[in-house]
């Protein structure tokens, strides 16, 4: 079973969405862009957002066990798929690629 590099690349912010149809809360999410997490495995990594995790965790497992080519060529690398959590109002885009460091 391989690493795999989990990187934040985008986080995005719907302030009309919020506006119009979020109750206030005081705290959403503490992703920042270039964060990079390495789960061990399928394991989720220490710091991931719980539902960001829930979005992502099926694509970390079978990448973290030898999968690749999702969707018939969607990636340009194989062995990696571009992930968005599934927050409506801020969602973040993940980018998942193996590694060849082998899990613990």
């Known amino acids: 079973m391989k690493k795999v590099r989990i990187t934040v690349m985008r986080v995005a912010r719907y302030d009309d969405l919020i506006n119009k149809y979020e109750n206030p809360i005081s705290h959403a999410c503490d992703m920042v862009e270039g964060t990079v997490f390495i789960a061990n495995g399928w394991e989720k990594p220490s710091g991931m957002c719980d ?3 829930e979005s992502m ?3 970390v497992m079978a990448l973290a066990h030898g999968g690749s080519d999702f969707y018939d060529g969607w990636m ?6 571009m992930i968005s959590c599934n927050d409506g109002f801020r969602p973040v885009s ?3 690629e193996a590694m060849d460091e082998e899990a613990e």
Do not use: E, H, T
Not at 76 to 81: E, F, L, Q, V, Y
């Open 51 to 53: 539902s960001a995790w």
């Open 57 to 59: 965790s099926s694509f």
């Open 76 to 81: 340009k690398d194989p062995r990696s798929a």
């Open 94 to 96: 993940f980018y998942l």
